[in-house]
């Protein structure tokens, strides 16, 4: 297995502003410097990175300079994380040309996974015909992904129409997506993690390990998570892809990354 980490600790979760009033720039933004959280992860010692569909498409035009931050700290680009809301059929398809496009510059930067998150929550609440809705809008994406040789996986999130494990198992029944489990966001949203890996182990292609305390992320040995329990199960189903490490926001970013690596490799012999 390889340990990669994702760069929205270096400016916290934020949203561009665009996306507002024009859906097609509907990005997740980490609003701080990209490099620094490149140069910080390779320090450390992680072997690539995850990044959100904002902070990638800054690069856009300058695909050279990503390439060269690549080479220059020794990293490998894993994937981008995006999202949708994926239930109101008069805007799917500007979420799918934003989609898209962020995959076609993922793809020609290397990226192997498009990390999706989403399932609106409408303002009176979620209605059985959403987790049609959002498994359709998932497997369209998912096409998207296919057709320039990334794999789409499905990120349960809080806020979204996929907090808990039944509305988990709703959308696993709705769409043939594939799954990256966010265990802490699961534990958060009422699931037992390690039943999640256990009862989806043939949809994970891709996993985040974060930890929760008391309601808060926290790195890697610092909350509630079985990280042992779980890479357990992984190596029993022979997982040898990637594992990414997610912390959303942090005082000292690079130390909040220290702190996991030191756990990764001294309570789970993880390098």
């Given amino acids: 297995m390889k340990l990669g980490y994702e760069t929205n600790?270096?400016?916290g979760v934020v949203g561009h502003p665009a996306g507002v009033t024009s859906i097609k720039d509907s990005?997740?933004?980490?609003?701080?410097?990209?490099?620094?959280?490149?140069?910080?992860?390779g320090n450390l010692g992680y072997k690539g990175f995850e990044i959100f569909d904002g902070n990638l498409m800054d690069f856009a035009n300058k695909q050279e300079e990503f390439e060269t931050l690549l080479e220059k700290n020794n990293l490998e680009f894993i994937g981008v994380y995006s999202g949708a809301n994926f239930i109101y059929p008069g805007i799917l398809d500007e979420e799918l040309y934003k989609i898209e496009e962020v995959v076609k510059l993922a793809s020609e930067?290397?990226?192997?996974y498009l990390v999706l998150g989403g399932g609106a929550i409408r303002s009176g609440g979620v209605v059985e015909s959403d987790y049609k809705a959002l498994g359709e809008g998932l497997d369209k994406a998912a096409e998207i992904a296919d057709k320039y040789g990334m794999t789409a996986v499905y990120h349960p999130h809080l806020g979204t129409t996929c907090e808990g494990p039944e509305q988990l198992d709703k959308v696993m029944k709705n769409s043939e997506i594939k799954l990256c489990p966010d265990t802490a966001h699961l534990e958060a949203g009422g699931a037992d993690p390690i039943k999640v890996i256990e009862k989806y182990i043939d949809r994970i292609v891709y996993i985040h390990?974060?930890?929760?305390?008391?309601?808060?992320?926290?790195?890697?040995?610092?909350?509630?998570?079985?990280?042992?329990k779980m890479l357990k199960i992984l190596n029993d189903a022979n997982y040898e892809g990637w594992i990414t490490i997610e912390l959303d926001s942090h005082e000292d970013p690079k130390k909040g990354a220290k702190i996991t690596k030191e756990y990764l490799a001294e309570e789970l012999g993880l390098e």
């Fill in 27 to 41: 990005y997740y933004l980490a609003n701080g410097s990209t490099e620094e959280a490149l140069e910080d992860i």
């Fill in 109 to 112: 930067l290397g990226g192997t």
């Fill in 9 to 11: 600790t270096w400016g």
């Fill in 209 to 228: 390990f974060k930890d929760l305390k008391d309601g808060e992320f926290v790195p890697l040995g610092e909350g509630t998570q079985d990280f042992s």
